[in-house]
């Protein structure tokens, strides 16, 4: 069992920045991938960004490309994302996801630990 606790949500204007962060517990040894997720109201949860844990590989999905960062600290089992140039669009509840195969990096239904989330609101 591996437990995610997300910390670093919040609100900012267009073009701002913010920082999650994803500390995992547990059975951290059986991660091969960890991701971030989001779901705005309304919507389907949609994978953000995904980074392979041994290698440190990133994925990120088109919409987030070059404006959001995913890194990790091997030695904190944490996971960041780091997002920069925010717009209203980026609106949402952010998720973190560890799985233990391998396969599709940003799609919802192959991870099996998620945590609670953590809200991020971007104002225009």
């Known amino acids: 069992l591996v437990k995610l606790v997300e910390s670093g949500g919040g609100s900012v204007g267009t073009g701002g920045s913010l920082r999650l962060s994803c500390a995992a517990s547990?059975?951290?040894?059986?991660?091969?991938?960890m991701a971030w997720f989001r779901q705005a109201p309304g919507k389907e949860r949609e994978g953000v960004a995904g980074?392979?844990?041994?290698?440190?590989?990133?994925v990120y999905a088109d919409s987030v490309k070059d404006r959001f960062t995913i890194s990790l600290d091997n030695t904190k089992n944490t996971v960041y994302l780091q997002m920069n140039t925010l717009k209203p669009e980026d609106t949402a509840m952010y998720y973190c996801?560890?799985?233990?195969?391998?396969?599709?990096?940003?799609?919802?239904?192959?991870?099996?630990?998620w945590g609670q989330g953590t809200q991020v609101t971007v104002s225009s």
């Open positions: 996801a560890a799985k233990e195969g391998y396969g599709a990096v940003l799609v919802r239904d192959t991870y099996g630990f």
């Open positions: 547990g059975a951290t040894y059986a991660r091969t991938i």
């Open positions: 980074i392979y844990v041994g290698t440190g590989r990133p």
